[in-house]
Protein backbone atom coordinates (compact mmCIF):
# COMPACT_ATOMS: atom_id res chain seq x y z
CA UNK A 1 0.00 0.00 0.00
CA UNK A 2 1.42 3.29 -1.19
CA UNK A 3 2.20 5.89 2.21
CA UNK A 4 -0.95 8.27 1.48
CA UNK A 5 -0.55 12.06 1.70
CA UNK A 6 -2.61 15.06 1.54
CA UNK A 7 -3.86 15.85 -2.01
CA UNK A 8 -1.95 18.17 -4.30
CA UNK A 9 -3.75 21.57 -5.60
CA UNK A 10 -3.62 19.20 -8.70
CA UNK A 11 -6.47 17.27 -7.43
CA UNK A 12 -8.65 20.53 -7.04
CA UNK A 13 -11.86 20.30 -8.91
CA UNK A 14 -11.51 16.86 -9.61
CA UNK A 15 -14.56 15.05 -10.73
CA UNK A 16 -15.98 11.10 -11.19
CA UNK A 17 -14.74 10.04 -14.75
CA UNK A 18 -15.82 6.79 -16.63
CA UNK A 19 -13.02 4.83 -17.98
CA UNK A 20 -12.97 4.76 -21.47
CA UNK A 21 -12.05 1.46 -21.67
CA UNK A 22 -11.70 -1.47 -20.15
CA UNK A 23 -8.56 -2.54 -20.99
CA UNK A 24 -4.94 -0.02 -21.92
CA UNK A 25 -6.34 1.71 -24.54
CA UNK A 26 -2.70 1.42 -26.60
CA UNK A 27 -1.94 -2.26 -25.57
CA UNK A 28 -4.91 -3.69 -27.29
CA UNK A 29 -4.22 -1.57 -30.50
CA UNK A 30 -0.63 -3.38 -30.19
CA UNK A 31 -2.20 -6.85 -29.12
CA UNK A 32 0.02 -6.80 -25.90
CA UNK A 33 -0.64 -7.33 -22.74
CA UNK A 34 -0.23 -4.86 -19.39
CA UNK A 35 0.18 -5.80 -15.60
CA UNK A 36 -1.98 -2.55 -14.24
CA UNK A 37 -4.46 -0.43 -15.41
CA UNK A 38 -4.53 3.02 -14.59
CA UNK A 39 -6.99 5.78 -15.72
CA UNK A 40 -6.24 9.74 -16.32
CA UNK A 41 -8.81 11.48 -14.08
CA UNK A 42 -8.61 14.85 -16.50
CA UNK A 43 -9.62 12.89 -19.78
CA UNK A 44 -10.37 9.15 -19.00
CA UNK A 45 -8.04 7.44 -20.98
CA UNK A 46 -6.94 3.87 -19.51
CA UNK A 47 -3.29 3.08 -19.66
CA UNK A 48 -1.02 0.76 -18.29
CA UNK A 49 1.11 1.18 -15.42
CA UNK A 50 5.42 1.36 -15.17
CA UNK A 51 5.41 -2.06 -14.27
CA UNK A 52 4.15 -3.10 -17.75
CA UNK A 53 6.32 -3.11 -20.68
CA UNK A 54 4.91 0.16 -22.21
CA UNK A 55 4.08 2.17 -19.58
CA UNK A 56 1.09 4.14 -21.46
CA UNK A 57 -0.51 5.76 -18.26
CA UNK A 58 3.32 7.51 -18.42
CA UNK A 59 3.31 8.09 -21.67
CA UNK A 60 -0.17 9.42 -21.94
CA UNK A 61 1.32 12.34 -18.66
CA UNK A 62 4.29 13.14 -20.87
CA UNK A 63 2.17 13.78 -24.04
CA UNK A 64 -0.92 15.76 -22.41
CA UNK A 65 0.28 17.08 -18.85
CA UNK A 66 -2.92 15.41 -17.66
CA UNK A 67 -0.96 14.77 -13.78
CA UNK A 68 -3.28 12.65 -12.03
CA UNK A 69 -4.40 8.96 -12.78
CA UNK A 70 -6.07 6.23 -10.38
CA UNK A 71 -6.22 2.92 -10.38
CA UNK A 72 -8.97 1.35 -12.80
CA UNK A 73 -9.59 -1.69 -10.27
CA UNK A 74 -12.30 -0.52 -7.19
CA UNK A 75 -10.71 -2.08 -4.11
CA UNK A 76 -7.93 0.52 -4.63
CA UNK A 77 -8.20 3.85 -3.08
CA UNK A 78 -5.06 5.88 -4.41
CA UNK A 79 -4.52 7.94 -6.70
CA UNK A 80 -0.65 9.62 -8.03
CA UNK A 81 0.02 13.26 -9.53
CA UNK A 82 3.07 12.65 -11.59
CA UNK A 83 3.88 16.53 -11.27
CA UNK A 84 4.27 16.49 -7.50
CA UNK A 85 4.83 12.62 -7.39
CA UNK A 86 3.11 11.76 -4.40
CA UNK A 87 0.04 9.47 -3.29
CA UNK A 88 -3.30 10.67 -1.80
CA UNK A 89 -6.30 9.41 -0.72
CA UNK A 90 -9.00 9.38 -3.58
CA UNK A 91 -12.54 9.81 -2.34
CA UNK A 92 -14.89 6.52 -3.39
CA UNK A 93 -17.22 10.00 -5.19
CA UNK A 94 -14.15 10.40 -7.10
CA UNK A 95 -12.63 7.10 -8.36
CA UNK A 96 -13.05 6.02 -11.52
CA UNK A 97 -16.13 4.02 -13.12
CA UNK A 98 -15.45 1.02 -15.30
CA UNK A 99 -16.71 1.82 -18.79
CA UNK A 100 -20.06 -0.51 -19.08
CA UNK A 101 -19.98 -3.29 -21.25
CA UNK A 102 -22.96 -1.78 -23.56
CA UNK A 103 -20.97 0.99 -24.07
CA UNK A 104 -17.88 -0.80 -25.35
CA UNK A 105 -19.55 -2.80 -27.81
CA UNK A 106 -20.94 0.03 -28.94
CA UNK A 107 -17.99 1.68 -29.72
CA UNK A 108 -16.51 -1.39 -31.36
CA UNK A 109 -19.84 -1.54 -33.53
CA UNK A 110 -19.28 1.99 -34.85
CA UNK A 111 -15.20 1.50 -35.35
CA UNK A 112 -14.32 3.69 -32.12
CA UNK A 113 -12.14 1.89 -28.73
Known sequence: M???TDPCE???GVHQITALA??????????AIWNELRVCL???????????TYAHALEHFRSTGHPLIAPLS??????????????FELAAPLR???RSVLAAARARL???K
Open 42 to 52: ACGHVGCCEDS
Open 110 to 112: LGR
Open 2 to 4: PIM
Open 22 to 31: NGCQECMALG
Open 10 to 12: HAN
Open 96 to 98: PKR
Open 74 to 87: RNETWAWCYVDRRY
